[in-house]
């Protein structure tokens, strides 16, 4: 015997009922339903709640969306790197056991306010431009960690194309005057 000989015993599956609204449907007078009411009829809507105003109704009208793509990142600033001292090497890791990150999964963004010690070298997710100027300028270095995000892809919509256009036309010599014509109209 095999899978494919297996089958449910006999009135194990049986066929749903259709059922009718009336004598001509073949199963008595009621079909089922019994009397006259709002069971009796067609079916009633799964949300509707009696008469009561419904749940949406009674919930607050939420504005806006949530981007279930965005990534939240722990900031953390140069002033708190100082407790590091000078040619010290910072990660994540280090950030974490120093109790400075309480989201130890979430990636790490290092930002500009306060001074960077000398030659630190510093690996995170992401930094503003403000901290990798002022790491860079105090001798230390910046790693980047993790998948960078690809640049975008030029639009080619008409307003984009429009754009591309004016900004070439404005690098090119600017276009001198024709002269009119004796009429004093152009033609």
């Known amino acids: ?25 073949g199963q008595g ?26 749940l ?8 806006g969306f949530n981007n279930v793509f965005r990534v939240e990142f722990v900031g ?26 309480n989201k130890p999964g979430a990636p790490l963004k290092i930002l500009g306010t306060g001074e960077a010690p000398r030659g630190l070298k510093v690996s995170a997710h992401a930094f503003s431009a403000s901290a990798r100027a ?3 300028a105090a001798g230390g270095a910046v790693t980047l960690l ?3 995000p690809e640049p975008k892809a030029e639009s080619n919509s008409t ?5 591309r256009a004016k900004e070439a036309a404005g690098k090119k010599a600017p276009p001198q005057d024709e002269p009119k014509s004796e009429s004093g109209k152009d033609s």
Not at 1 to 25: N, T, V, Y
């Open 76 to 101: 953390i600033n140069l002033d708190r790197l100082s407790t590091f001292g000078e040619n010290a090497e910072v990660t994540p890791e280090a950030l974490v056991a120093r109790g400075f990150v």
């Open 134 to 136: 002022k790491i860079e």
């Open 29 to 54: 007078s009621y079909s089922g339903r019994g009397f006259k009411g709002q069971k009796k009829r067609g079916s009633v809507s799964p949300f509707f709640e009696g008469g009561q105003l419904k």
């Open 146 to 148: 993790g998948p960078q």
């Open 159 to 163: 307003h984009a194309r429009a754009r």
């Open 56 to 63: 949406i109704k009674r919930l607050p009208y939420m504005r």
């Open 1 to 25: 015997m095999g899978l494919h000989q297996i089958k449910p015993p006999r009135g194990a599956r049986r066929s749903r009922r259709r059922r009718g609204l009336g004598d001509a449907a």
